[in-house]
């Protein structure tokens, strides 16, 4: 073993001394077990997958973002040295079926067919029209460029609003409107009528590319009768259910395996052409094919975030209470309707209203098609557009009435005392302390002595001038319950599944149906079973990721891992010990009422006779004396499909200082406040408010997808692409306070989309704030130097 490998094992068990004292794995920061490997790469990522005579996957790629296709000549590809096969779309036709949308959010809805290569028409650049098998990468990579494409240039559609006008050129033949879907509740109309203050504004959210650190990769194999699927995918379980349905395979013969995951952001909340498309080819060939794509092709073909435009209103009382809010949406799909698409846009529709009370809601979201990538879940997915909106307005409000911005949603939020609380929009948010979270931060940010040195600037003039800027959010996340899903008409559940297997000499597996790319399932997940099961954290070992491991499952996306498949987990845990004590109370012949379970024991109540988990598996194993109808087995498994939502909560500030001369903004000071209820291990909890945050401040100063007048994109790389470094971001000062939940045994809330939520709109909101003597109101995001200057000017 390496000094390197004995400084992570010990790294692994480190804690501190009052963590030791308290006997506790819950709340514990423990390092993460799985770092050790990702690491130092002792570990297998699916483009390090090898197979005996593997084949490579190159992709030909539409240059044009409209065209019908017409001669698609492959032969001089075939010609070249290491070439195997080649293919145009027309050759998959007839069986690659069509990408899956599970989400058809209204009756109407418009739902094209979506091949997973090309046929008879292209609609972004960057979709498949032919590919090319080889025996290396780089020959396949060099092939595409000997295939023939004769096209038919057709006109592009890129502005959702010339879009939706009449004699717009059309993307697909029944129109650009997919869907338009509706809620209303109370009477808007009086809301605004007659209302003292109404503010009224438009938001552009942008087109944004999730870059998760791992580029996308699939290997597919078969033995002529089964198949098996490596993928860097977030959803295996869902994604071998949707692949059996596109291709034909049967559900059963179909193995999916989602080896470790670098990174997904929702973009690996998918199910991709390239991996139907490898499927296919494997079944055509008999032999294994390994498809990696490149940064640049990622950035055209991994589906995009956000690009929506909000026409947002709100009306309020003279002392800023709000009356109402209207929102109207137009939300890109892009070409087609990818996986959860149509009903990104609709999980904000319930997040509008944010923390705040009001009488009156009124939303309304188009999804328009358009000749660009599509777009689909990106971290946070909807939550983040909706949170930003009323954030931005409520800043705007204070503004409008000349208070506080701090005071004017003390005005209008959800106080502590008056929870659980039903929402307008009809959501019971089961606990919170807006209050205790915005004192916290208030206080760790400086908040008088900032607001009087910005007064100050103010008054001499200083062309660096400071910006304040409030985010007081809350998200619903643990993405659940299926009845709440079905009358969403989504096309799946929101349950989740777990394992536990307790071993013969007292270890534990645990299989778990989330399937881990990043969040430290594996250390989470111990520290649960090792609480509730009374063993070391370090005899708990965690599976997840494989269909023929781990069977069931619906994996890992907004922030349901802990609030969802942590439950299952438990559940499973409590079914072990049901078990268990039969097996303790026969061999300590008492009756099971008369044991109590202590720090993985049941004793006889006012005895010192007891059994330890690990003799009862070990007796099991055994089975020489077991009670009569108790299988030799400690096996059990559990499904947990909540009641509800999660709701966690909290308080960012930031502040910016502005050069009012070059434009360049900087963050001089971020704090973030936030209640995630019970917190399993605050390490991996700082870790995904820090990521979280790098993204939100990112979607506000620096990351942009730009398409060009003819529908090609121009940020394709990462040198076009801006995503800040660590010396772009500043030191953030995170802190939480903690109001369990009332719907789940543990008390947690989902941590993983926070940061994102709520970053966002603190910044804007700073940005705005310090040019509000300039007369600016608002920037469009993200706020570069030339956006701020001109705004300034």
Excluded at 171 to 192: M, P, Q, S
Excluded at 510 to 530: D, K, R
Excluded at 566 to 574: E, I, V
Excluded at 580 to 597: I, Q, T, Y
Aim: aromatic share 6%.
């Amino acid at each position: 073993m390496s000094e390197l490998d004995a400084g992570l094992i010990a790294e692994q068990i480190e804690v501190t001394g009052e963590q030791k004292q308290n006997g506790h794995e819950v709340g514990r920061a423990r390092r993460r077990k799985e770092d050790a490997r990702l690491l130092t790469g002792r570990t297998q990522w699916t483009d390090n997958i090898q197979l005996p005579g593997l084949l490579h996957v190159a992709f030909l790629r539409s240059p044009m973002a409209h065209a019908r296709i017409g001669r698609v000549d492959v032969s001089g590809a075939l010609e070249l040295p290491g070439v195997v096969a080649a293919f145009s779309g027309r050759d998959f036709a007839a069986e690659q079926g069509s990408l899956p949308c599970a989400w058809p959010v209204s009756e109407d809805i418009v739902i094209p067919d979506h091949p997973a290569m090309a046929v008879d028409e292209v609609r972004y650049v960057g979709e498949a029209v032919a590919c090319v098998i080889a025996t290396d990468r780089y020959q396949a990579a060099d092939a595409l460029e000997a295939i023939e494409v004769d096209w038919e240039p057709l006109p592009p559609v890129l502005d959702m609003n010339d879009a939706l006008a009449e004699g717009s050129p059309k993307v697909h033949e029944a129109g650009n409107r997919a869907y338009t879907w509706k809620l209303g509740v109370g009477d808007i109309d009086a809301a605004f009528r007659d209302a003292p203050v109404v503010v009224d504004r438009t938001y552009v959210q942008q087109r944004l590319i999730p870059t998760a650190m791992e580029p996308r990769a699939v290997v597919a194999t078969t033995d002529g009768e089964s198949f098996t699927l490596w993928s860097a995918t977030q959803i295996p379980h869902v994604l071998r259910v949707m692949l059996a349905l596109t291709t034909g395979i049967p559900e059963h013969r179909l193995r999916v395996i989602a080896p470790d995951v670098g990174g997904g952001f929702g973009s690996k909340l998918q199910v991709t052409a390239e991996e139907v498309l490898c499927l296919l080819l494997t079944r055509k060939l008999g032999k294994p094919v390994k498809w990696t794509e490149s940064r640049s092709e990622g950035n055209l073909t991994v589906h995009h975030g956000r690009d929506q435009i909000q026409h947002v209103s709100l009306a309020a009382e003279a002392d800023g209470r709000i009356r109402g809010v209207r929102v109207e949406l137009l939300a890109d799909m892009g070409a087609y309707l990818m996986l959860i698409t149509p009903g990104v846009p609709l999980l904000g529709a319930l997040m509008y209203n944010g923390i705040y009370k009001m009488d009156a809601y009124d939303f309304s979201c188009t999804g328009v098609f358009t000749t660009k990538m599509p777009t689909d879940a990106y971290r946070g997915a909807g939550r983040p557009e909706a949170t930003y909106a009323i954030e931005r307005l409520m800043d705007e409000l204070a503004h409008e009435l000349k208070i506080d911005p701090i005071e004017v949603r003390r005005r209008n939020w959800i106080k502590h005392e008056e929870f659980p609380y039903t929402t307008i929009v009809g959501l019971e948010y089961d606990s919170g302390n807006y209050e205790a979270a915005t004192d916290r931060a208030l206080s760790l940010f400086g908040y008088d002595k900032l607001r009087a040195e910005q007064a100050d600037r103010r008054d001499r003039g200083d062309p660096v001038q400071l910006g304040i800027g409030v985010s007081t959010f809350t998200e619903m996340c643990g993405i659940a319950p299926s009845r709440a899903l079905g009358g969403l008409n989504y096309g799946a559940g929101g349950w989740e599944h777990a394992s536990v297997r307790v071993l013969p000499t007292g270890k534990v597996e645990v299989v778990t149906g989330s399937s881990a790319h990043g969040q430290g399932h594996e250390t989470a997940w111990s520290q649960i079973v090792a609480d509730s099961l009374g063993v070391p954290y370090e005899d708990v070992s965690v599976l997840h990721g494989d269909t023929a491991i781990s069977h069931k499952g619906m994996d890992t996306y907004g922030s349901r891992s802990l609030v969802v498949g942590g439950m299952a987990l438990l559940a499973a845990c409590d079914k072990v010990k049901d078990k268990a004590r039969k097996v303790a109370a026969h061999a300590l012949e008492c009756s099971p009422d008369d044991l109590e379970f202590v720090q993985g024991a049941f004793r006889v109540k006012g005895t010192g006779a007891q059994k330890t988990i690990q003799e009862v598996a070990l007796a099991t194993f055994t089975a020489h004396d077991l009670p009569d109808g108790v299988e030799p087995r400690l096996d059990s498994d559990a499904t947990f499909d909540p009641q509800t939502f999660s709701f966690p909560h909290g308080t960012h500030l930031c502040a910016v200082e502005v050069d009012t001369e070059t434009g360049l903004t900087k963050i001089r000071s971020y704090v973030a406040v936030d209640d995630v209820g019970k917190v399993v291990n605050p390490l991996i909890v700082e870790g995904q408010v820090h990521g979280g945050l790098a993204q939100g401040i990112a979607q506000a100063l620096y990351e942009e997808a730009v398409y060009d007048a003819e529908g090609n994109l121009l940020t394709s790389t990462m040198a076009d692409y801006l995503l800040p470094s660590a010396a772009d971001l500043p030191d953030f000062v995170t802190d939480r306070t903690e109001t369990p939940a009332t719907t789940n045994p543990l008390g947690v809330k989902g941590v993983g989309e926070a940061g994102t939520i709520a970053s966002t709109p603190a910044v804007v909101n700073a940005v705005v704030d310090a040019l509000r003597p300039y007369g600016v109101r608002d920037i469009q995001m993200p706020c570069t130097p030339e956006r701020v200057w001109r705004a300034l000017q």
